[in-house]
């Protein structure tokens, strides 16, 4: 109905007269069939085509762009880590950091400042420990030699170790990730009898298992370091075994904390480098 037609109160439109159909025209000659035959074939196929290259274009236009082969934009590595929040501290107490905490005490939850596995991950059940607590030896089967277990077992205890947390995954790709964190009484406990002593320097004092020529991270850049937070990053040199390994040490306060990374043929830079900060920012 146009906007000019108008309806008779209470009626409805009249309807309009039928228009004559127009005579039949004579029937077309057998030649002119054949080409009109021709023209209907190819107007088909122009709009199938058609048709299928405007789904084409849509199905591209509704896909992420790695979807796409071709266009895919390569990863350069970073793991899908979940936001990071840090535990509450308990009422009145300040932070490690803090100048009015001079023993540089955690007094979060030890086990609620463990970085967790990233997207995709399978955690490692027998890390977690009792209660969320790892026993020193489980902990001292990250190193190869029995005597380097045996010393560093005694200079632990005497130095009054508290609590160990761990926490280790698997990703898609084989790299196998174990994360560890001890406590002490004080700062000053962690940073004068081990991280100075042993594990500030380009060759660690004890070796993780597995390895045969251990260098300092020379890669790892000083513009991502975190307040509050020392580390000594180390990297297995060519030629290696089956795995190469790569681990840090982190001094955080009351808390040595030891991050390492296995992975058949290399262990990648970028999301061990990642691992290491994330545990560090949550320390720091």
């Known amino acids: 109905m146009s906007e000019q037609q108008v309806l008779p109160e209470g009626g409805s439109a009249p309807t309009p007269p039928p228009v004559p159909a127009a005579p039949p025209g004579p029937p077309p000659a057998r ?11 190819w107007t088909a196929a ?10 084409t274009a849509y199905g591209i236009t509704r896909m992420e762009r790695t979807d796409v082969p071709g266009l895919a934009t390569e990863s350069d590595g970073r793991w899908d880590y979940p936001p990071l929040t840090k535990p509450p501290l308990p009422a009145g107490r300040p932070g490690p950091a803090a100048e009015s905490n001079p023993a540089g005490t955690h ?6 400042l463990l970085l967790p596995a990233p997207k995709g991950a399978k955690e490692d059940e027998a890390l977690r420990g009792e209660d969320g607590w790892l026993a020193t030896d489980d902990f001292l089967k990250e190193y190869g030699e029995k005597e380097d277990r045996d010393e560093f077992r005694q200079k632990l205890t005497d130095a009054g170790l508290r609590h160990i ?23 000053a406990m962690v940073e004068d009898t081990f991280f100075t002593t042993y594990f500030s320097y380009s060759d660690p004092a004890y070796s993780v ?64 480098r990642q691992t290491v900060v994330l545990q560090s920012q949550l320390l720091g």
């Open 31 to 41: 030649g002119d069939r054949r080409v009109l035959r021709a023209a209907l074939r």
């Open 46 to 55: 122009v709009v199938v085509f058609a048709v299928a290259g405007a789904g």
């Open 107 to 112: 007094h979060a939850d030890l086990r609620a």
């Open 165 to 187: 947390a761990a926490r280790g995954w698997t990703t898609g790709d084989g790299t196998r990730t174990r994360v560890y964190l001890l406590r002490f009484d004080t700062a």
């Open 209 to 272: 298992r597995g390895t045969e020529s251990m260098g300092f991270d020379k890669g790892f850049s000083e513009k991502i370091a975190v307040p509050g937070v020392q580390r000594t990053p180390y990297v297995e040199a060519k030629p290696y075994g089956k795995e190469q390994e790569r681990y840090a040490y982190l001094a955080a306060g009351d808390v040595l904390a030891l991050v390492v990374q296995s992975r058949k043929g290399t262990a990648h830079a970028v999301p061990f």
